[in-house]
T-cell receptor, first 112, second 113 residues
Framework: SQKIEQNSEALNIQEGKTATLTCNYT??????LQWYRQDPGRGPVFLLL?????KEKRKERLKVTFDTTLKQSLFHITASQPADSATYLC???????????FGSGTQLTVLP | KAGVTQTPRYLIKTRGQQVTLSCSPI?????VSWYQQTPGQGLQFLFE???????NKGNFPGRFSGRQFSNSRSEMNVSTLELGDSALYLC????????????FGPGTRLTVT
């Protein structure tokens, strides 16, 4: 069955370091992969989208990689700040399906 | 532009009752999707409407239904509520059915007792 796994439920890092979050999937052929940020009591906020034929995408301090051979995406936040503390969700959109399927999320805490 | 709005923000219902949740998308957005978020199952897709037509449906029982009006506002209805329906219900809009970036509302927190 199709499955999306995000590396860990919680990740703590020190301010200024690079946070790396992992999204692995099985039995999918995603055309697009997206990353969202969700704060407590709020809806997810779109951050980045990467297509299957793209290896890397950057936006300010954010970087996403997409390896369709490994079936994995890595999400990096460089020079992390306490304000980056939130839950980060990856989501896949396959070519055949017209719906987004979300991973369970990784709760990131950046310690001052 | 104003963001996606959802009403009510919080709701407490009793088992067996029904509930209707409302979502107003961003102005100009014609696609509205609904999701259920629980600690155990995460964010799960319920259905999507575009131009008043249901385009896609997730794996939820028929107790979950929705509709979209000509002004793109959408409602979601859950009948015969069960305890397991307690969740955060999120609505998301996008400009076109081919747009990939979704804009989420703050959600409606439903508690079934």
């Amino acid at each position: 069955s199709q499955k999306i796994e995000q590396n860990s439920e919680a990740l703590n890092i020190q301010e200024g370091k690079t946070a790396t979050l992992t999204c692995n999937y099985t039995n999918y052929s995603p055309a697009y992969l997206q990353w969202y940020r969700q704060d407590p009591g709020r809806g997810p906020v779109f951050l980045l989208l990467i297509r299957e034929n793209e290896k890397e995408k950057r936006k300010e301090r954010l970087k996403v990689t997409f390896d369709t051979t490994l079936k994995q995406s890595l999400f990096h936040i460089t020079a992390s700040q306490p304000a980056d503390s939130a839950t980060y969700l990856c989501a896949l959109l396959s070519g055949s399906a017209r719906q987004l399927t979300f991973g369970s999320g990784t709760q990131l805490t950046v310690l001052p | 532009k104003a963001g996606v709005t959802q009403t009510p923000r919080y709701l407490i219902k009793t088992r067996g009752q029904q509930v209707t949740l409302s979502c107003s998308p961003i102005s100009g957005h014609r696609s509205v999707s609904w999701y259920q978020q629980t600690p155990g199952q995460g964010l799960q897709f319920l259905f999507e409407y575009f131009s008043e037509t249901q385009r896609n449906k997730g794996n939820f029982p028929g107790r979950f239904s929705g509709r979209q009006f000509s002004n793109s506002r959408s409602e979601m209805n859950v009948s015969t509520l069960e305890l397991g329906d307690s969740a955060l219900y999120l609505c998301a809009s996008r400009e076109l059915a081919t747009s990939y970036e979704q804009y989420f509302g703050p959600g409606t927190r439903l508690t079934v007792t």
